[in-house]
C-alpha cells in the first residue's frame, strides 16, 4: 500500500527527558482532512508540533510526500509545504490584515502573490472589508481568519492547525469547518487538533483519538462518531 502524504510515524518524545508521545502515529492523505482529539493532557497538541519539528523525537519519523523530514527545523519544513497555525499569538495585533497576509508570503519569490491574496480574500470576504484595520481590533473568529489566511499564502501542501475554534461562538466554529472543507477541497492536507471533538469528527477523513501520547482509537471520522466507547468515552455519550 503507497504511504500516506503525512506520516509522524510511531513518534516518541516529549519536551526534556519527560515522553509525552508514546509510538504515536498521525497520518492525512493529500486533500484529506486529519483530527485528533483526545481529553486535556492527552499530547494532541503535542503531536502535532511533533510533526512540524518543534519538539525532538527520541524514536520515530516524520515523512511528506514519501521524503523522511524528521531532522527538519520547522522553517525548513515550511519551505517543504507545511504551514502551521498555532492556537494562541498566531497574528500580528499591530499590523493590518494585509500587512499580516504579505508576512505569510516572506518564504515566495514568485510573481502570483497577489493572485494568492486574493485567493484568501474569497475564501474569507470579511478580510477583504477589513484589509486596511489592524488585525488586533478584530473578533476572535476573524483573527483565526487571518491566521489560516497568512498560512494559506505560504502555498502549503499541508496546512496544520491547533485548535482553530477555540473561544469562538458555534456559528463562527459552524464558518471555520466550512472554510476548512473549501481549503481540503483545494488539495490541501488538513491536520487539526480540535477540542470539539464531535463537530470535527463529522468533518474528517480521518480521526485519531489520542490518550496519554498514544493512539487509543484510529478510524473514519463517521465510524468514530459511531463507536460506542469513543461516544461514551470522548463524546458526551
Request: net charge negative.
Amino acid at each position: 500500500m503507497a504511504e500516506p502524504f503525512l506520516i509522524g510515524e510511531a513518534m516518541t518524545g516529549g519536551y526534556g527527558p519527560v515522553d509525552i508521545l508514546h509510538s504515536c502515529t498521525i497520518a492525512v492523505e493529500k486533500g484529506e482532512i486529519a483530527v485528533i482529539v483526545g481529553p486535556n493532557g492527552a499530547g494532541k497538541s503535542t503531536a502535532m508540533k511533533a510533526v512540524f519539528g518543534m519538539l525532538n523525537l527520541r524514536q520515530g519519523a516524520v515523512r511528506l510526500g514519501g521524503e523522511d523530514i524528521t531532522k527538519l527545523s520547522p522553517q525548513a519544513r515550511v519551505r517543504k509545504g507545511m504551514g502551521f497555525v498555532p492556537q494562541t499569538s498566531n497574528i500580528f495585533t499591530s499590523m493590518t490584515v494585509e500587512e499580516n497576509l504579505e508576512m505569510g508570503a516572506f518564504i515566495r519569490s514568485d510573481d502570483t502573490i497577489a493572485q494568492t491574496m486574493e485567493q484568501v480574500y474569497d475564501l474569507f470576504p470579511i478580510l477583504r472589508e477589513k484589509r486596511h484595520q489592524p488585525a488586533g481590533q478584530l473578533s476572535g473568529g476573524q483573527r483565526q481568519q487571518v491566521a489560516v489566511g497568512r498560512a494559506l499564502m505560504t502555498q502549503p501542501r499541508v496546512l496544520m492547525l491547533d485548535e482553530p475554534t477555540a473561544g469562538v461562538s458555534p456559528i463562527v466554529m459552524d464558518e471555520l469547518f466550512d472554510r476548512i472543507i473549501e481549503i481540503a477541497r483545494t488539495g490541501i492536507s488538513i491536520l487539526m487538533v480540535e477540542q470539539n471533538a464531535r463537530q470535527a469528527l463529522e468533518i474528517a477523513d480521518k480521526g485519531y483519538v489520542l490518550v496519554q501520547g498514544s493512539n487509543r482509537f484510529t478510524d473514519t471520522g463517521k465510524a468514530l462518531l459511531a463507536d460506542p466507547e469513543v461516544r461514551k468515552s470522548f463524546l458526551g455519550g
